[in-house]
């Protein structure tokens, strides 16, 4: 088995920053590609960043050249810069992985961290 555990998050003011961290550890064979997705109340949990272990990224558009994945593949770490945040942005968020295992991928969750953006 493989736990994600994320810290970082908190209560800041609109255009604040904020950054997550999530790590990964146990039985990895080998981390594929990371991301964070995130759950508002009453909506869906939707993609908000990915990274691969090359370091391809992909955002959604509502946090485009706000936010900023990236990753310590030697420490099985993501990192997700949250800068100019808004209101909007308040939601848990859940990092997540593939371990490629030699008879397949495994995908875990962590168990989230509140943002919350208020004034």
């Known amino acids: 088995q493989v736990q994600l555990v994320e810290s970082g998050g908190g209560l800041v003011q609109p255009g604040g920053s904020l950054r997550l961290s999530c790590a990964a550890s146990?039985?990895?064979?080998?981390?594929?590609?990371m991301g964070w997705y995130r759950q508002a109340p009453g909506k869906q949990r939707e993609l908000v960043a990915g990274?691969?272990?090359?370091?391809?990224?992909n955002y959604a558009d509502s946090v485009k050249g706000r936010f900023s994945i990236s990753r310590d593949n030697a420490k099985n770490t993501v990192y997700l810069q949250m800068n100019s945040l808004k209101p909007e942005d308040t939601a848990v968020y859940y990092c997540n992985a593939d371990d490629a295992r030699p008879w397949g991928m495994k995908n875990y969750w962590g168990q989230g961290t509140q943002v919350t953006v208020s004034s």
């Open positions: 990274i691969t272990s090359g370091g391809s990224t």
């Open positions: 146990g039985s990895i064979f080998s981390i594929n590609a």
